[in-house]
């Protein structure tokens, strides 16, 4: 069949929803893995927040985050170490000809959300601050006009 009879282009049409599936899957599996299988307690408190794979799915990159501000290398160490585990119990969970090879990133979207949202706050809290100020001054000019009379 050539790629113009069509069975090539329905190929390619089923595989574009099934990449956003699989890298979700990717996502929820490894998840669980770290939380209930894994036994380095450093790894206990890291969120996956997204995986992404590559077009011929053997290769997945797995972006992690954690609250805790220290210890980034020492947890992407911890990672690097159980790698070969995670990726054998993730090949036991998902249905790929190939179990994808995974490299663990940090997700710094995280840092940056937690930092605009805190930016926010301070913009609120000082907006605040301002429409009271505002409020105050009016009062105080208004009991001066009518004290007066």
Known sequence: MTPGQGGHEKDVALSKPRKPRLEELIREEVATILL????????????VSRAKVSKDLRHALIFVSTLEQE????????????KGFIRSAL??????RF???VKFIFDRNFD???????????????ETAAV??????????????HGGE
């Open 36 to 47: 209930h299988e894994v036994k380095d307690p450093r790894l206990r408190m890291i969120t």
């Open 71 to 82: 210890g980034e290398a020492e947890l992407l160490e911890a990672l690097e170490h159980a």
């Open 91 to 96: 090949g036991q969970r998902i249905s790929l």
């Open 99 to 101: 179990t994808p090879d």
């Open 112 to 126: 940056h959300a937690s930092r605009i949202e805190a930016l926010l706050e301070q913009l609120k809290q000082e």
């Open 132 to 145: 009271q100020d505002a409020a105050e001054a009016r009062t105080e000019t208004n009991d001066a006009d």
